[in-house]
């Protein structure tokens, strides 16, 4: 039995935009502070298996730094092992509430080109890290018969190489 309400009468879009974040799985923040050097924080994400990690001053989120700032930031950069992470995050991530729905999630990826967004509580206490994955698998759970029915379009062409 799912803990998720039935959502057979609405549409993908209705329940998108109807499902609030609180109910939605997310990943544990892995979290450090400002002044973590950076061999630090890279040896945590690869010991935790995690692509990002939270800069938080106190309980405020203050930044972020994923698999994708290590390569445009460090990999092949002259970068000192002890810079303070601060210096290489992105600072003021966009954030979400978890009374934000998952349409808001969809959006915030799409339009910003984000791959993980924070989501907070009503009193700005990290809740966990919300990816595209994050939609990918809602979607799929949630509406598997829409999913896997699909039909194959063998004219779809790829125009940007992805992946490894």
Same mark, same amino acid.
């Given at each position: 039995m799912s803990m998720y309400p @039935? +959502? @057979?009468d609405e549409t993908i879009e209705e329940t998108l935009n109807s499902q $609030?974040?609180? +109910?939605?799985?997310?990943? =544990? %923040?892995? &979290?450090? @502070? %400002?002044?973590s050097p950076v061999q630090e924080? &890279? #040896?945590c994400m690869r #010991? $935790?298996?995690a692509d990002n990690v939270l800069i938080c001053d106190g309980s405020?989120? &203050?930044?972020i730094f994923t698999d994708r700032d290590y390569l445009d930031k460090v990999a092949g950069h002259t970068v =000192? &092992?002890?810079t303070p992470i601060q210096e290489l995050m992105?600072?003021?991530p966009v954030t979400l509430t978890k009374d934000h729905s998952m349409g808001d999630l969809i959006r915030t990826v799409v339009k910003d080109g984000f791959r993980h967004v924070p989501v907070l509580d009503a009193d700005n206490k990290i809740v966990g890290v919300y990816t595209a994955l994050t939609i990918v698998k809602f979607i799929a759970e949630h509406f598997p018969t829409e999913i896997f029915n699909l039909p194959a379009n063998a004219r779809r062409v790829m125009r940007n190489a992805e992946g490894a």
């Open positions: @039935s +959502y @057979s $609030q974040l609180r +109910y939605v799985d997310h990943l =544990a %923040p892995l &979290i450090v @502070s %400002p002044d924080v &890279i #040896a #010991a $935790q298996k405020r989120v &203050i930044g =000192a &092992i002890e992105t600072a003021n």
